[in-house]
């Protein structure tokens, strides 16, 4: 059944405290449609562990004259020095995925509206308002920008790395077909060797008693994977990124919204994936694999055993998340550009930060044009080379979204 939106405004309301949100966890879910990082589990937990001292939450609920809830924004203030500067719940270290307004259908141009005009209420008193890693074709936070815009805001966006999916069909099958000729045949020839034959098993949490172990898994084998002599455990060494996502991880689980899988080989584990889902999709976060294991692609197994899962649990869509590596073409995912946004009154102090960032995404866009000029006619061998000798100078590996795993 439709819902009849009237021009009535709506009730905007400002949640300072986590405690105030309780009420309100069954209907953000609903809101989100259960989507794992637009959820209280990951979002509110994310400022238990991020939050700095002088930082305000600023979740906006927005409720129709009916008294219903209909929308949410969640959003926090960052105080840094005389600055305040208002912010996405989840923005920073924690790579959150996807952030949006929460809406209703057909109330999210009126929810979208509702957030912008709040924004401008908190100029000048807040710098400038950052919207972080977000969808470039998110019509949520666009029409905020846009309406921003229009009324004398000053803006700038700065493209990231894409976010890629695949478009899942119904079957395994029906998915090996939308591979090349050459990936297909040596898909199943590794589910052959490996899977059928139960040399490769794969292993799934399941509840919080076998956690510890898969989580445990994860560390390690990420460890092996991306570890360097400043970083031992890759990402993961930031205990307070280590601690979000235990706990983030242990609040999705009660929820049935973890997928934390293991490959073993001959009984040893040889990959991991740190991965979320919903009714829809499965959201690839995080992976690890021992790279001494030669005797099977361990990338490559723990690939297709993920989507293979996210077919047989009857899911649309695998997300890669961000970075543009090249195995996730070859897997059939496709992208969607994501990028930075700021938006400043228009003051002495905004039109020199528009300026200056307006430089920087020049400065940028020409660095990434000489580098793809560069591959372009160097050979991958030379590249791979080269990054074998940096690694070896600098005790630094590229990181994990910058890599790809296809073996």
Partial sequence: MSLKVDNTPLQTTRVHKVSDLDAYRGAWRALALDAPMRSPEWLLVWWQHYAAPDDELCVLLFHERGGSLVGLAPLYIETLGNQRNVRLLGSGDASTNHTTWLAAAEWENRVSTAVAQFLLGLFPSCHCVQFDSVDADDMAINATVTYMAEKGCLVRRRPLHNCWEI????????????????????????????????????????????????????????????????????????????????????????????????????????????????????????????????????????????????????CESF??????????????????????????????????????????????????????????????????????????????RRGPRKVGRLQ
Wanted: with cysteine; net charge positive; glycine share 6%.
């Fill in 167 to 314: 478009a899942l069909p119904s079957t395994w099958e029906d998915y090996l077909m939308m591979l090349s000729r050459t990936q297909r045949k040596r898909c199943r020839s590794l589910h052959q060797r490996f899977f059928e034959s139960g040399r490769v098993r794969v292993h799934k949490v399941t509840s919080s008693a076998d956690f510890q172990r898969g989580f445990e898994i994860l560390l390690e084998l990420h460890s092996a994977r991306w570890g360097e002599p400043t970083k031992p455990l890759g990402c993961f060494s930031d205990p307070r990124f280590r601690e979000f996502h235990e706990t983030a991880a242990l609040e999705l689980l009660k929820r049935n919204q973890l997928q934390l899988i293991w490959l073993e080989y001959d009984g040893r584990p040889i990959a991991v994936e740190y991965q979320f889902i919903d009714k829809k999709t499965v959201y690839s976060y995080q992976a690890g694999m021992d790279p001494s294991v030669i005797e099977c692609p361990a990338g490559n197994l723990s690939i297709m055993a993920s989507i293979q899962a996210a077919i047989a649990q009857g």
């Fill in 319 to 396: 997300d890669f998340s961000r970075g543009d590596q090249p195995y996730k073409a070859h897997w059939r995912a496709t992208p969607t550009a994501c990028h930075d946004v700021r938006i400043w009154p228009d003051h002495i102090s905004g039109r020199l930060e528009h300026a200056l960032w307006g430089m920087q995404n020049l400065a940028e866009s020409g660095r990434m044009q000489a580098v793809k000029w560069i591959k372009a006619r160097v050979s991958p061998r030379f590249i791979e080379v080269w990054r074998r000798m940096h690694s070896s100078v600098t005790g630094k």
